[in-house]
């Protein structure tokens, strides 16, 4: 049987997790945050668009589902879609990767050199490659378990539309016993964009949100 699980079936999946648990113990979600670049002091956030990879394009209902689960993050920092036909003022890259810790060493990533390149959804795999600063190498072993952890950790990088100079990037790490894709993900990408436009002084630091119930 298989051990890469279909992208298709993980926000049912998800959910019968959070059910089966009674969603009680979902309270707060603590995230390890790393934000890098220094946003222009008097540039205020104004329209933007979501930028796909060409690896991206080849996968658009997955690179979809990421795209609106960056959403409410990206337009509560202030920015807002630019209108169809007119050109926004940044464009923004959105990428996401979940490891099972309990599975094989597979040297199938979820990205690889760079932002969201979707190359297997949420397969088992503990060896993810690193692209824009990422830590890279083994991220736990094959410890075989009936209650699996999953790492989970989401990136946004900001350019400037006409320039393609990187405005901001940052970065949103944490663990839990869920895959999270359809609750988790969006919370992270919040957390991730909590300290914008400022950036934050320590890198890594704590961002504690609410979680979904």
């Known amino acids: 049987m298989s051990r ?19 969603c009680a113990s979902f309270n707060q979600l603590n995230n390890e945050v790393s934000t890098f670049g220094a946003w222009p002091a ?5 329209t933007y668009v979501f930028e796909r990879l060409p690896s991206q394009q080849t996968r658009p209902q997955q690179a979809q589902m990421l795209e609106d689960s960056a959403r409410q993050a990206v337009e509560g920092a202030g920015f807002a879609p630019a209108a169809e036909g007119s050109a926004p003022d940044v464009t923004i890259q959105v990428g996401a990767r979940i490891v099972e810790t309990d599975g094989y ?19 088992r ?27 989970r950790e989401v990136a946004l990088l900001i350019r400037d539309k006409r320039s393609g100079e990187p405005l901001y990037e940052s970065r949103a790490q944490n663990e839990g016993s869920t895959i999270g894709v359809a609750t988790i993900l969006p919370k992270m990408f919040v957390a991730a964009l909590k300290d914008f436009p400022a950036g934050a002084a320590t890198n890594p630091h704590r961002i504690t949100i609410e979680a979904p119930r």
């Open 125 to 151: 795999f503990a060896r993810p490659y690193g692209g824009f600063g990422w830590r890279g190498g083994y991220w736990g072993g094959p410890a075989y378990s009936d209650f699996p952890s999953y790492q």
């Open 105 to 123: 060493p597979y040297d199938d990533p979820f990205w690889y050199g760079g932002f969201g390149v979707w190359h297997r959804p949420f397969g």
């Open 42 to 46: 008097q540039r205020a956030p104004t």
């Open 4 to 22: 890469a699980i279909r992208l298709a079936a993980l926000a049912a999946a998800t959910a019968a997790t959070l059910l089966a648990t009674g």
